[in-house]
C-alpha cells in the first residue's frame, strides 16, 4: 500500500511513521511535511532512508496533486496544533488547516483516492468537571479557539466532499496525546523538560481543567484500524478513559522526577481555557475491534520522561524560544 503522510515529521506523524514501518513493512510510505517549527526530521531519524521524504505545504496544489495520485491511502495529520498559538496569531491556522485540507480534498477527489482526516475531540467545545456526559459522535460541534474552529471546519469539508462528491474518507476525533516526539510548548513536555531544567512545571489558572490522555501509539493503532476497516464517510472518536487533571498530572510528573508534588507554579490561564474533554469511543471499540494497548498513564508517562531524559539533542533545540515565547504572555501567579 502506497501512504502519503502529511505532517510526518511532527509528534503524532512521526511515531505513526515509526509505527507504521514497524507493523506493516510491505507499506510504501512518503512524508509530506512543511518543517515549520513544529516539524523536524531528527524525528524520523532511524526510518528516513525507509521513506520519500517531500518538504512543501499541504495548501500547495501544485505539491499535493502529483503526491495523492500516486498514493493508495491519504493520512492527514499536518497541522497547526497548539491552541496558544492561535490565540496569538490565527491565520496559519486557517491557511494549513482549512486551506491544506481543502487542497488536499480536491486531489483526492480528482485522483479517486481514500482519504483519512485525522482530528481533536476539540471541534465538541468543552464539559463541565461534574456532567457524567462524554463526547460521543453525535455530540454537536462547539469549538472554543482559534485552533479548534479551524480543525471543526476541516472536519466538515471533509463531509461534505463525501456527500457532494463521494469521497472515499473517514475521519477519526481523538483526545490528548503524549508519547515520545512531542513539542515542548505542550503541557507534558513542558513540565517534564522544565524539570530536567531545573525549572519549576507551569500549571494554567486553577489546574483542575481534565484532559483525556491517551499513548501517541495507542492512537495510531486506532488509525489504521479506521484506515483498514473503517466505513466510508463514518467519524470514528479514539479515547482510552484517560481523564486527569492538570494538576494531577504535574503532580504524578513530579513524583516520578523525584520532587515534592507541589514543586509548580501557578501562571495565568490560557484565554477561552476549555474545562474538561472526554471521549466515549464505544464506535470504534464495538464496530471495528480496537483496544489500546497502554494500561496504565502512569507507565507511559514514566516511559515518555525517560525519552526526553534520554534525547535531550532531540528537544534542546526548541526549548529556550519556546519558553521566551512563553515568558512574554504568561505571568507566575503569587500564591
Ligand atoms: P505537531 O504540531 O506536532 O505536528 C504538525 C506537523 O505538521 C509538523 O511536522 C509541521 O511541520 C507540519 N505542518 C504544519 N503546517 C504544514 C503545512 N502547511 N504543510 C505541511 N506540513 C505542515 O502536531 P501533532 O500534535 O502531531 O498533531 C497532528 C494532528 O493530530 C493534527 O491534525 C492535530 O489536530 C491532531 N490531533 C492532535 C492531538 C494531540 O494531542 N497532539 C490530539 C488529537 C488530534
Ligand atoms: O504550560 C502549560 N500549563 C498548563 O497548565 C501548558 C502548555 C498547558 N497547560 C494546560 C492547558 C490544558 O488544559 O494543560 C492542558 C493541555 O494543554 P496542551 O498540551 O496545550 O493541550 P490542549 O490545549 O489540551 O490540546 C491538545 O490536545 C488536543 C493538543 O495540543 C491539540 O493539538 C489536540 O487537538
Known sequence: M???????????????????????????????????????????????????????????????????????????????????NSLADPSPFIRTNLVGTFTLLEAARKHDVRYHHVSTDEVYGDLELDDPKKFTEDTPYTPSSPYSASKAGSDHLVRAWVRSFGLRATLSNCSNNYGPRQHVEKFIPRQVTNVLDGVRPKLYGDGLNVRDWIHVDDHNDAVWTVVERGRAGETYLIGANGEMNNRDV??????????????????????????????????????????????????????????????????????????????????????
Open 250 to 335: 504535574i503532580a504524578l510528573i513530579l513524583e516520578l522526577m523525584g520532587q515534592e508534588p507541589d514543586a509548580y507554579d501557578h501562571v495565568t490561564d490560557r484565554a477561552g481555557h476549555d474545562r474538561r474533554y472526554a471521549i466515549e469511543a464505544g464506535k470504534l471499540r464495538q464496530e471495528l475491534g480496537w483496544t489500546p494497548r497502554y494500561e496504565t498513564f502512569r507507565d507511559g508517562l514514566a516511559a515518555t520522561i525517560d525519552w526526553y531524559r534520554e534525547h535531550e539533542e532531540w528537544w534542546r533545540p526548541a526549548k529556550e524560544t519556546t519558553e521566551a515565547k512563553y515568558a512574554r504572555t504568561q505571568q507566575v501567579l503569587a500564591r
Open 2 to 84: 502506497k501512504v502519503l503522510v502529511t505532517g510526518g515529521a511532527g509528534f503524532i506523524g512521526s511515531n505513526f511513521v515509526h509505527r507504521t514501518l514497524a507493523t506493516r513493512p510491505d507499506a510504501e510510505v512518503t512524508v509530506l511535511d512543511a518543517l515549520t517549527y513544529a516539524g523536524s526530521t531528527t524525528s524520523l531519524d532511524g526510518v528516513l532512508e525507509r521513506i520519500r521524504f517531500v518538504e512543501g505545504d499541504v495548501a500547495d496544489a501544485e505539491v499535493v496533486d502529483p503526491l495523492v495520485a500516486g498514493s493508495d491511502v491519504v493520512v492527514h495529520f499536518a497541522a497547526e496544533s497548539h491552541n496558544d
